[in-house]
């Protein structure tokens, strides 16, 4: 687990995530927030691939 809190909640995070550079967000969001923006900024339906094949 990563010791840095997100920049929009303080909650804690076990990955960081990069904003986009149109959320002018500073800083790692956790999951929840960065998926919270994603609906925000692209509204519909969002599905999450798992990349890494597991």
Do not use: A, T
């Not at 995070?13 to 927030?33: I, Q, S, T």
């Amino acid at each position: 687990m990563i010791d840095e809190k997100c920049v929009l909640c303080n909650g804690p995070m076990e990955h960081k995530y990069n904003p986009m550079k149109e959320w002018n967000v500073k800083g790692f969001l956790c999951g929840k927030c960065y998926s919270k923006k994603i609906f925000e900024h692209y509204p519909g339906k969002h599905e999450r691939v798992n990349q890494d094949g597991h």
